[in-house]
C-alpha cells in the first residue's frame, strides 16, 4: 500500500495535520538516541477522535501507529516505520486537590511551571528537565533523583485514558471489565522471576497489579505498545519546605557504593553519584585524592537525619549546602551529567547497557563488572546516575564502528545484571536497545504472558510493533551514521 493512499484515506477523516513531507519525516525518524527509522506518515491529531480514527485507518491499512511525545527517549523507543502520532496539541492542564489531570502531550516544564505557583509538584523529574512529555514519561515510566523518595511515573498515576489497538477509549481502573481482565493475567505471572528492584522500565509491570484499582499502571512503561494515552491524572504532592544537600567525595566509586547501602537508610530524599569526568566539570577545587561523588540531599527531618549521615559515611563531605539557590546550581551540575559525558566523547556513544538497575547492596559488583568488562572488551566509560536506587547510567566509549562489541557488551552486562536480581533498564525502557533482552529477563513463562497482555490490547500488533514484545535483535540495526 503506497503511503499517498494511507495520507489520503487520513485527510478524510483527520481534522488535524497528516504529513508526509521528507523534512518532516526525516525530524522525527530520529530521537535523542543514536538510532534512526525513516516512518511513512505523520499525524498530529487534534482531538481524541482523530487518534481513534487514526488507530482504526492503522488497523485497517495493516501499518504500524507509534505515539511520540517530545522525542527525547535514549534508547529508539518512539521510533518505528508506519504511522508516527505526535500527541502535542493534547497539552490541557487541570489542578485537583491532589491531583493533576493532564493531557499527554502536556510539556514537564510548563507542567512544573503552573504547579509550582500552589506550592506543588508531580515528583518524577527526569534529568532532562522541561523538555519531555507527560505522555513520553508514562510511555517509558520516567523517574530521575527524587524517584529514591517518592517512585517513578508508576507510583504517582491515579487515572489514564488511551485508546488501545482497537480505536476503543479505555479508562482505567474505572472500567473494571478491562480491569478485571487484567488483573486475571497479572494473577498468572511469576513473581520471582521479576527484578528485586525500587525502579524497573523494562516489560510490562504486571507485577504491580495486585487488584482492580491498580490496573491503570499497566501502561506506564509499556512504551505505547498497548494504547495511546489521551490523558492521565497524576498524584501532586506540596513541594517541600527546606532542603539540605551534602556533597561527598570519595578515592574510588567502589567505596561510594558501599556506602550507598548505609545512606539509604536514613531516607534521604535523593542520593546520586558521579564520576571524575562528570566531576571535572563543577566549578569547586576538589580535593585531588577525591575521585568520583555522592550528592546526598534531605527535605524532612533535616537535623536529625544529617547527624545520622555523618557518623555512618566512610567519605569526606566537600560542601553542605543549606541555601536554595546554591543547592539548585549544584543539581544542575549532576542533571548536566549526560551533557558533560557527550562533550568528553569524541564519537557519539551509545545508550545501549546505559540504565540497568540493581538492589543498591550490589552496586559495588555492579561497578566491578563495569571496570572487567571495559578491560576485556578495550573500552571505557563513563559513569553517574542514581546511585540509591542502584541505578547507574553507562556512556560506553567505544568505537561506533564495533558493532559486534557493542552487543557483546550488552549481552555480557544484562546476564550479570539479572543474575545480581537486577532491571535491564530502569528508566528509559526497552526500546530498540533493550527489547530483545525481555525474555531473557523475564523467563519464558512470563514473557508468554506479557504476549497475552499484548494481544488483548492489541490483536493487530499495530502499537509500536518491535518494543518490549520483539522477535527480531534491534540493538545494532537502524543505529544511525551520524
Ligand atoms: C539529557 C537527558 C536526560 C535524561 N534523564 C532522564 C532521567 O533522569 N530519568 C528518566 O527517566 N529519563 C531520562 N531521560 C530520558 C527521557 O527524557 C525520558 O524518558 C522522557 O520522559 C521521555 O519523554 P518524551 O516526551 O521525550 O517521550 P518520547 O521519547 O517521545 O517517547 C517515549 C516513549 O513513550 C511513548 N509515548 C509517548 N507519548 C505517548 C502517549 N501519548 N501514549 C503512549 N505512549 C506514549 C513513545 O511511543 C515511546 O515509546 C533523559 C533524556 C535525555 C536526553
Redesign the pocket.
Known sequence: MKSSELQKSLKNVISGDVFCDKEILNYYSV??SGYQIIPKIIVIPKNEQDVINTVKIAKKYKTSI?????????VG??L?KGII?D?KK?DEIKIGKNYVKVG??VN?GILDNVLKKGQRFFP??????P???????????????R?LKYG??IDNIKKIT?VDGNGKKVSLPYNKKIGLKILKIAKKIQLNKFPKVTKN?SGYRLDVIKSVIDTQKI?AG?????????SAELKIIPIPKKRILFVIGYKSEIEAARDCKQIVTTSPSALEFVDKTIMKNISHNFNKKINCLLFVEYDFKITRTQKRLKKIITGVITNTIKNESEIQRWWKFR?????YSSKSIKNKTLHVIE?ATVPVEHLSELFLAINKINQKFHAKSIAY??AGNGNI?IRLILDKKKTKSIKLIADEYFDIVIKMGGTIT????D?LARSEYVRKQYGPANYKIFKELKKMFDPSNIL?PG?VISHKSTIIKNLSSV
Open positions: 530521537d535523542a507509534t505515539p511520540r511525545g517530545a522525542g527525547t527517549g535514549l523507543n518512539s518505528n502520532i500527541l493534547f499527554s502531550g514537564k518524577p523529574s527526569p534529568s532532562v528537565g523538555y519531555c512529555s507527560t505522555g513520553g514519561m508514562i510511555g517509558n515510566n520516567s523517574s530521575g533523583s524517584s517513578s511515573v488511551f522500565s501502561i509499556s512504551e505505547g505498545s498497548l494504547g495511546i494515552v489521551l542533571d548536566s551529567a549526560l551533557y540504565d546516575g542514581h547510567h530502569g528508566e528509559h525502557g526500546g509500536n518494543k
